[in-house]
């Protein structure tokens, strides 16, 4: 490889990578390719970076989603059209979930541009940018990176991808990379120490005052707390605020885990019909003021189909950077501002805070074939402070949202975008990104058979996950939506617990379980094993059946045209 340093001024990829670090960030996961071969060798040459070559872009995309989670943001590299548009569904998932992922790739030289010379990974004309626009929907900010503008352009970029907690493209040519930055390379600081959002100090007093105002008078007010505060970091600000305010506080169930369960202000999780208990229903849709924190999303699978309705006249919505009361919105007022002003000025209120969550009872018996309650219910016994459980889209939601997370236990989930697959790279991401306590995985069969070749990722960079692949040999939630009986719903026989060894995973515990006591004594194991765990979890497909009558129905009559 050339030198291109003239007076130690870093190269484009270099400095890039060297930026993206210093936010407190040590691993680039991607796939090599000839057009992005600078970004890859400055992934391996960068102090305090290493390079995580996953299975796919898709799962390179997902993998770091699960790391932003934890860290805040994550770096992804990809090559030139193949590689990028492999990835553009977990990056528009990060987006979904305001993670900030920068991702970065490479393209054809400017050499090759000016030539009008055809290359590989294009359609055999001379269009270079046509997969730029494409990948750039997915962020809300790019840059195409030259020496000129690198240090300026990625101030910008990374400024608005923290202030909109959202990913970033990053473009950067063959050739450009490997040419020195002009000016003065910055020093920036890590993630925790930045201000990512201002406010307009009258905007923000204002609506401060507005919301201790309506709280004041508030006689069953009640506070629902969403994911938006976790991705900005803000998560113990919030908690601060209920616990001060002594708020009985609900979560919806895209933002399991954005709350300490254990806290006696949560009440449990509001979805309209489908909130943990009628009593929760109640509290939440008998309330004089919902202060929602974070900004509920109202969509289907949020709301119980759309049955949680809390109508604007009865709410407070703290979001990113707004706020409105009724019919009043107050802008710019940072998340952060709003909610340490509230922290400092409220006022505690007295009084119980009604329901609480439960330890799911311990259903089934020793010989009894498992069942996903039977199964939930030991899970959550075995969960300890400092684990992250990463629950993908499926059946075994529907099970293991309405749990009670034990004290310090996180849960991540991706309930708005919903793409099956996403678990089994997230939680190797996650894994990766936590320095302490366990990553923890439940997936289903089908999904996890989109992205399981990410098990030989785990097993080559020593990541030790405990995994959980529910075995019901069906694409189990479809087929109660569709109704049972679908071919399309059946899936190929895998033998899932023989993966690991097939993918040379070392010092890996892995067994298949299908009674209650197969599964009690692997837990037992599991907990004094110092190493990565794969259980194949038989569950009954019979299971799948039914959904209760009501869901499907109206699920039915919003989808199906409208016969009289
Ligand atoms: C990428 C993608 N493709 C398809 C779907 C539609 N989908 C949602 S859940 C699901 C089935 C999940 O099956 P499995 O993981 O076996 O879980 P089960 O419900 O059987 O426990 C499918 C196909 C989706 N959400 N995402
Ligand atoms: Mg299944």
Known sequence: ????????????????????????????????????????????????????????????????????????????????????????????????????????????????????????????????????????????????????????????VIREALRQSRPAYLVISEVQALLPVHGQPINGLPLQAIKRQHSVAEELDAAVAAILERLERAQRPVAMVTDLVRR???????????RKANLPTVFAPFDKGCLDESLPQVIGLYAGHESSSPAVRGLVEAADLLVDIGG???????????????????????????????????????????????????????????PRLELAPLVGRDGDALSSAAFTARLQRRLRAGDTLVIETGTCGLHLLPMLLPAGVDVELQGLWGSIGWATPACMGVAMAKTSGRAWLVSGDGAHQLTLNELAVMGRYGVKPVIFVLNNGLYGIEDVLSERGHRYDDLPPVRYHLLPEAFGCQGWLSEKVATVQ?????????????????????????????????????SYKLKTPAVE
């Open 296 to 354: 509920q999303v109202a969509a289907d699978l949020n709301t119980g189909g759309w049955t949680a309705r809390i109508p604007s006249s009865r709410r407070v919505t703290v979001s990113d950077d707004w706020v409105r009361l009724g019919d009043k919105v107050f802008l710019h007022t940072a998340l952060e501002d709003v909610l340490s002003a509230l922290v400092e000025q409220v006022q505690p209120r007295s009084g119980d805070h009604g």
């Open 518 to 554: 197969e599964l009690e004594a692997v837990l037992e194991r599991i907990e004094r094993h110092d190493g990565a765990a794969y259980i194949e979890v038989m569950i009954p497909n019979e299971e799948s059946q039914p959904l209760p009558a009501a869901t499907i129905d109206q």
């Open 1 to 156: 490889m050339v030198n291109l340093r003239p007076m130690g001024q870093p190269t484009v990829a270099a400095y890039t990578l060297t930026r993206l670090a210093q936010l407190g960030l040590d691993r680039v996961f991607g796939v090599p390719g000839d057009y992005a071969f600078p970004i890859n060798d400055a992934a391996e040459t960068v102090p305090g970076l290493s390079w995580v070559g996953c299975a796919n872009e898709l799962n390179a995309a997902y993998a770091a989603d699960g790391y932003a989670r934890i860290r805040g943001a994550a770096i992804l590299s990809t090559t030139y059209g193949v590689g990028e548009l492999s990835a553009l569904n977990g990056v528009m998932g990060s987006n979904a979930h305001r993670l900030p992922v920068f991702h970065l790739t490479g393209k054809p030289s400017e050499r090759i541009q000016k030539l009008g010379l055809l290359t590989h990974h294009n359609l055999g004309d001379t269009v270079y940018e046509r997969f730029q626009p494409l990948s750039a929907a997915a962020c809300c900010v790019q840059a195409v990176l030259t020496p000129a503008n690198c240090v300026d352009e990625l101030e910008r």
């Open 232 to 242: 900005y970091g803000l998560r113990r600000q919030a908690e601060a605020f209920i």
